[in-house]
């Protein structure tokens, strides 16, 4: 046998399951991925045939595969012909909340994220058991993603009065959640407090624009990302027409859609850039939403097998009610303003986020992540600025460019392996050939039997 033959062999058995271990307590953290193509995203560059060894967890070498010496006792991978990126973020995640006690949903999306290259989630669902996951994803008892999580959304529902706004801050400051989540109907007066009440226990508030409120006054405070472009439709809408809260702008303001004035963009984008404030559009999501189609042809989709019966027919449910509201020419002429905000945004130097909100409509965990790069690609992005939504500019984000984002020494070895380059085909990035989590190394064939468990769970 040829020494090439031989090293092709070994690359096959390898990466089908058979050289690597069989579950993650076998892992020791520690291992060389052979001759592979290392995108690390600090540039556009692909770096062939290089070795990138992992040591407890963390990335300890990366040099070209011929002259590397790979120390004793670490495992070595023949990856050669794949391609290494570093672990994805989704920025706006929905985790499960248990119900009677049921975890099984929220490990079960866990898994969906981490199949799928995801290794850190922002949680904007908030709830105290996502707290108690957080701790368990970190510490491996459950196989999952680095996990950033806000508190119980807040909205007049939640909040009323001033003295309320201050105690649930500090509270949800006081227990430990990352940030704090702002819900579309808020009183400027409610509005203002909560966000005086995250000023002085040094949270940031994320999520959506009170409609009272708008978008400009909003910015002047600590926002640190508006999602779903939330309050700007309505903050470029003419000013010949009255926006009234929560009756002429409807579902994410997609009746004003007629009524904008696209002379308005380039203030609002600047105010935008100068605040510093992070936008994670989740743009798949909005345009499956309001764009009116047979909920059928979303139900067909492979990752529905993943979700229970009774959501799939929820969601169906909803979408045929919302088709019978909005017109689909008014729909088409929100989703093109919104490609123009991303691509617009984005040039101009607003910090940009991939986020999916999912599990929400026709979004599961992990398989949303295609339709939202197809967003971004028909909004005007390469697959590398997109790649930079998802891995460096997450990592910006958190603070935390020392930890993740990038393949380089001293990171955590978060990465994902690919069987091909994401930089001229995104579809690689739909079936990982594997994933290391902080090191701990999950195939293909580990991946396929965890994800086989949940689809089968949900086979009716």
């Known amino acids: 046998m040829t020494r090439s033959l031989f090293r092709n062999l070994f690359a096959v058995m390898a990466l089908s399951g058979c050289f690597w271990p069989k579950c993650l307590a076998e892992s020791d953290h520690s291992f060389a991925l052979v001759g592979v193509n290392a995108i690390t995203m600090e540039d556009d560059r692909v770096m062939p045939s290089q070795t990138v060894v992992v040591r407890e967890g963390r990335i300890d070498r990366i040099e070209n595969a011929d002259t590397i010496v790979i120390p004793e006792g670490i495992r070595r991978i023949d990856a050669h012909g794949k391609y290494l990126i570093p672990g994805m973020a989704e920025l706006h995640a929905h985790i499960p909340i248990p119900v009677d006690g049921d975890v099984a949903p929220a490990h079960e999306a866990m898994m969906l994220f981490v199949a799928h290259g995801i290794t850190t989630i922002r949680g904007m669902k908030g709830d105290r058991y996502h707290l108690t996951l957080k701790r368990q994803t970190a510490s491996g008892e459950v196989v999952g993603p680095r996990i950033f999580t806000c508190g119980a959304r807040l909205n007049n529902g939640t909040v009323k009065t001033i003295e309320g706004a201050h105690a649930i801050v500090k509270e949800q400051s006081e227990a430990g959640f990352d940030f704090v989540k702002i819900h579309r109907n808020l009183s400027p007066e409610l509005f203002h407090a909560i966000a005086d009440a995250a000023d002085s226990h040094g949270l940031g508030i994320a999520g959506h624009v009170p409609e009272a409120v708008g978008i400009r006054e909003a910015l002047t405070r600590n926002y640190v990302t508006v999602d779903h ?8 809408v003419s000013d010949s027409v009255k926006v009234v809260p929560f009756r002429n702008g409807g579902l994410f303001a997609v009746p004003l859609s007629t009524d904008v004035d696209l002379s308005k963009l380039d203030g609002l984008i600047e105010l935008t850039r100068q605040k510093g404030t992070w ?27 993943y979700m229970p ?21 008014v729909a088409q002429m929100y989703v093109a303003i919104r490609r123009l905000l991303l691509k617009r945004m984005h040039d101009e130097g607003v910090g940009m986020l991939f986020g999916c909100d999912a599990p929400q409509f026709a979004n599961v965990p992990g398989f949303s992540m295609k339709h939202e790069v197809k967003e971004y690609q028909l909004s005007g992005l390469s697959n590398y600025e997109i790649l930079k939504m998802a891995t460096v500019n997450p990592a910006i984000f958190f603070e935390k460019t020392d930890e993740f984002g990038q393949i380089r020494k001293g990171q955590v070895a978060d990465l994902v392996l690919l069987d091909g380059n994401p930089l001229e085909d995104m579809s690689y990035l739909d079936r990982p050939r594997a994933v290391s989590l902080k090191g701990r190394l999950l195939t293909r064939d580990y991946l396929d039997k965890e994800l086989g468990k949940i689809k089968e769970k949900y086979r009716n």
């Open 229 to 236: 472009f939330d309050g700007y439709m309505e903050g470029l």
């Open 279 to 305: 936008m994670v559009p989740t743009s798949a999501w909005l345009e499956r939403l309001v764009t009116p189609r047979d909920p059928r042809i979303y139900l067909a989709e492979e990752g529905m097998a």
């Open 309 to 329: 019966k009774r959501t799939r027919d929820n969601w169906a449910r909803n979408k045929q009610m919302r088709n019978q509201r909005i017109d689909p020419e």
